[in-house]
Structures are given as C-alpha cells and as structure tokens.
C-alpha cells in the first residue's frame, strides 16, 4: 500500500519552531519531487514548499526565510522545518509526492489527504 505518514505537527506560540516528518512506505521516493500543502479550515489548499529530486527547492513568498524543507532518501522521509512560526501558519499540513499526484503543482486534492493524514499546526499569539 503506498502511504504518506506525517508527523511533527503540534501546539506552539508565535516564534517558535516546529519540524514535520514525512515517511513513504510502499514506495521508493528517491526519484519523485515532494511537496508539502497546507489548508487552514475556510481557506484554500495552499501549496508550501516542493523540494526536487536533485535537491532543488522552492517556497511560497508567506513562508520564505522561514522554512526550510530537505529529503533524506536513505530513510525514505522528507522534513519541513519551521521557524518563528506565525498565527498565519496554522493549518493541517501534508505531504505530497509527484510519484501519484501530477503535476505535482496542482492544489486539486492535495488537501484530500488521500495518502496519508496530515498534521496539524496550530500558532498561537
């Protein structure tokens, strides 16, 4: 069964940091590019940060300077660490992987938490 598990997600006050944890299990994400999204309740799926499967990454202008996302492929996971997290940031989070969810750009059931559960994150001020 191919699955996404995430963890991490948690209870903060505004400026601290939190680390959240995507592990694949069922497949080899080595050669897939892997996304994180987030929708907070009322809001739209919101596409946060895509980490390649060189490396390359990319972030939305909200979280820049902030987060930073990275893949250990030895251990089958990707990370996003966040810091001075903000009330804005609260959301439930998910890990997404172009391996079944192409383009891997597109907001359309990135939310569905199809794969996996997400985490949340919930900031307060």
């Known amino acids: 069964e191919v699955l996404l598990v995430n963890s991490g997600g948690g209870s903060v006050q505004a400026g601290r940091s939190l680390t959240l944890v995507c592990t694949a299990s069922?497949?080899?994400?080595?050669?897939?590019?892997m996304a994180w999204y987030r929708q907070a309740p009322g809001n739209e799926c919101e596409l946060v940060s895509i980490?390649?499967?060189?490396?390359?990454?990319n972030y939305a202008d909200s979280v820049k300077g902030r987060f930073t996302i990275s893949r250990d492929n030895a251990k089958n996971t990707v990370y996003l660490q966040m810091n001075n997290l903000q009330p804005e940031d609260t959301a439930e989070y998910y890990c997404?992987?172009?391996?079944?969810?192409?383009?891997?750009?597109?907001?359309?059931?990135?939310?569905?938490?199809?794969w996996g559960q997400g985490t949340q994150v919930t900031v307060s001020s």
């Open positions: 997404v992987s172009s391996y079944f969810h192409y383009p891997l750009t597109s907001t359309r059931g990135a939310c569905d938490g199809y």
């Open positions: 069922g497949f080899n994400l080595d050669d897939s590019d």
């Open positions: 980490i390649s499967s060189d490396g390359g990454t």
